[in-house]
């Protein structure tokens, strides 16, 4: 039996646009086992990012349970938040969101930086590791706009692995890429997966959904579908599948 | 940054114009001698017969002493002995006013030194035959020719002539200062006059505002000298310019209301472009705020780098402002030709409250920032 990493019960979360309250979220029950690739899926507006966010430990739930790693989150502080979120943690947004004028390597010390527990020679090595381990190790001291979309994005990935969370989260990470460069992210991806690596990864294309071992589909706050995926794609097949492109 | 440094410096350029403004209308007026306290032996009495003044006889050379010792509020002090007569070079002659005095009334009535020096201590001492003339004197017996080391005679007396004083002009009242002989006051009270008291005492105050303590102490050691008891009535008059005074305080009065405005105002403008500029670049940096907290920044932690971060902004960029606005100032002044004053005071003033100005609003957004739901910061447009 693997260990629960997310346990959620009955979880709202309203919005209050003016007098209009949106329920964004009506009472999930989910659950995620150590070393699961899942997909949340849906439409915009489904409730998925919400759901997301809170997973991450961004926003808090108008009501009901959410344990991360045995933890409840509901009675924690804003600063004891903090403190989850650097330790258990790993985010890769849509659109990278490296600090500018601030070097790759630096980007992904950057979570370490929060925990004070971390010398800067230990920092400055879980770091190489950590670009090593995303295939960057020539680009560390590279500045976030002399690098490709792809290249950022494995900085972003460099980065959520850095403190070695019990999941990472990524939201629609590879959005902003093109198709080779989706499977390649998928790959490096799939590769963190098979090292045991739990990811949960919020997409509404169906082709990169298939990459994974468990889709969940939102529909207007609800699940209203979950599913094992039976014939999964590997990225690394797949990318040898793409024609090449001219380089130009 | 940019903000920080052209807020301080130009708030150092206004201040130092202000202030060089106010100090080159101040030169101007204490130019006109209004610190100049005159004492003078008072009416006497003889018997209910009231006498003039100038018979009194009650002045010594030990009360010039005296308030050269006792008065603090008075910078310098010198007798002054006076005669009129006709100053003769050969076939030439003049009418005019000879003034028995100590080195020190050139400052006192700022005369300046044309030509030539002033009286030697020996020359003093030794009742030298010496003088210097003013510039009605030299036009009207030499023209042309070159005073210094000749001869005129003043009641017979010949006396060599050391130096011209500076031109002066006229006075308030129209009477011309350059007509006068001047001449160590030992020399016109043994030789031209043969007493041993002195007409009267001339001193200058320290400074404007000590001109009221300089006659209070120069009174009271007048009257101590003079051994006067309490309730005897003054057996002199102390007098000073105080209508010039008033009418130079108020100037002064009004200038420090401009400088404070000028410095106020400016102030005000650089702070607000500081609070704009750090405002904003500050605001632009929700999003980074955002991932900080999102990847376990804490709160206080986020606002700490943005605290020493606009600390280390504010700090550098007064500096820098700071030599900016002295090299402008600089700059202005050799160029222009505009009075100009650095003082401390306003560097300091200027540079605190610009680097507060900075440093409170590089701290206050980030605040704001930082206790945003991480999502929210995440977002920011």
Redesign the interface.
């Known amino acids: 039996m693997k260990k629960t990493i997310i346990e959620v019960k009955q979880l709202k979360k309203d919005f209050y646009v003016g007098e209009i309250t949106v329920h964004a979220l009506k009472g999930i029950d989910l659950e995620i086992k150590e070393g699961e690739f899942v997909a949340i899926m849906g439409t915009s507006g489904s409730g998925k990012s919400t759901m997301l966010?809170i997973l991450?430990c961004?926003?808090?739930p108008t009501s009901g349970s959410y344990f991360l790693d045995g933890i409840s989150m509901g009675e924690l502080s804003?600063?004891e938040l903090?403190?989850?979120?650097?330790?258990k943690?790993g985010?890769v947004?849509q659109s990278y969101?490296l600090?500018s004028r601030t070097s790759a390597l630096e980007n992904v010390e950057?979570?370490l930086?929060?925990?004070s527990k971390i010398r800067s020679k230990e920092r400055r090595e879980r770091a190489e590791a950590a670009l090593e381990a995303v295939g960057l190790s020539d680009r560390m001291h590279h500045m976030p706009n002399q690098l490709s979309g792809g290249q950022q994005q494995r900085v972003a990935i460099a980065?959520s692995l850095v403190?070695d969370p019990v999941v990472i989260l990524a939201d629609e990470a590879t959005g902003n890429l093109d198709t080779r460069t989706s499977y390649e992210i998928m790959a490096l991806l799939q590769d963190l997966n098979q090292k045991g690596k739990t990811i949960v990864f919020v997409t509404h294309e169906a082709d990169i959904a298939k990459f994974m071992t468990r889709q969940i589909v939102f529909r207007d706050g609800h699940i209203i579908r979950e599913e094992l995926v039976t014939n999964r794609n590997n990225a690394v097949e797949l990318l040898k599948t793409l024609p090449i492109e001219e380089s130009v | 940054m940019l903000g920080i440094i052209i807020g301080v410096a130009s708030v150092i350029v206004m201040l130092a114009i202000g202030q060089g403004s106010k100090k080159s209308i101040q030169d101007q007026m204490s130019g006109m001698g209004t610190n100049l306290i005159f004492a003078m032996p008072g009416a006497e009495q003889k018997g209910g017969v009231r006498m003039g003044n100038s018979d009194a006889k009650s002045m010594k050379l030990t009360d010039v002493d005296a308030i050269e010792k006792n008065c603090p509020a008075i910078s310098d002090v010198s007798p002054e002995v006076r005669s009129s007569g006709q100053a003769v070079l050969g076939n030439q002659n003049w009418p005019t006013t000879i003034y028995g005095v100590n080195n020190k009334y050139f400052n006192i009535k700022k005369y300046t030194i044309g030509r030539g020096r002033t009286f030697t201590e020996t020359e003093i001492q030794t009742y030298a035959k010496v003088c210097l003339v003013g510039q009605t004197v030299v036009e009207n017996l030499f023209g042309k020719a070159d005073p210094i080391g000749q001869s005129i005679r003043f009641k017979n007396i010949p006396l060599l002539i050391i130096g011209i004083l500076g031109e002066k002009g006229e006075n308030g009242m129209g009477q011309d200062q350059d007509d006068l002989v001047m001449a160590p006051y030992t020399t016109v009270q043994k030789r031209i006059l043969a007493i041993t008291h002195i007409q009267s005492i001339a001193a200058s105050a320290a400074s404007e505002s000590q001109n009221e303590a300089a006659i209070e102490q120069m009174t009271e050691s007048l009257r101590h000298s003079h051994k006067l008891k309490t309730g005897d009535a003054d057996d002199f008059q102390v007098r000073s310019q105080s209508e010039m005074v008033q009418m130079f305080s108020s100037i002064s009065n009004i200038m420090t209301i401009l400088l404070g405005a000028i410095s106020g105002i400016s102030l005000l403008v650089g702070g607000i472009g500081i609070m704009n500029i750090m405002y904003v670049s500050v605001t632009e940096r929700t999003?980074?705020i955002?991932?900080?907290?999102?990847?376990?920044?804490?709160?206080?932690?986020i606002l700490l780098q943005f605290l020493i971060e606009s600390i280390l902004l504010s700090v550098f960029g007064g500096v820098i402002g700071i030599s900016l606005g002295i090299v402008a100032t600089q700059i202005m002044a050799s160029i222009m030709s505009w009075p100009v004053v650095i003082t401390t005071l306003s560097v300091i003033m200027s540079f605190l409250v610009c680097s507060a100005i900075g440093i409170f609003f590089g701290w206050y957004p980030a605040r704001k920032a930082a206790s945003l739901?991480?999502?929210d910061a995440?977002r920011y447009e």
């Open positions: 966010n991450g961004l926003d808090k804003k600063n903090a403190n989850l979120r650097n330790i943690l985010f947004f969101n600090l950057l979570p930086f929060y925990n980065r403190n | 999003r980074e955002g991932l900080r907290l999102s990847v376990g920044g804490r709160g206080n932690d739901n991480p999502i995440l």
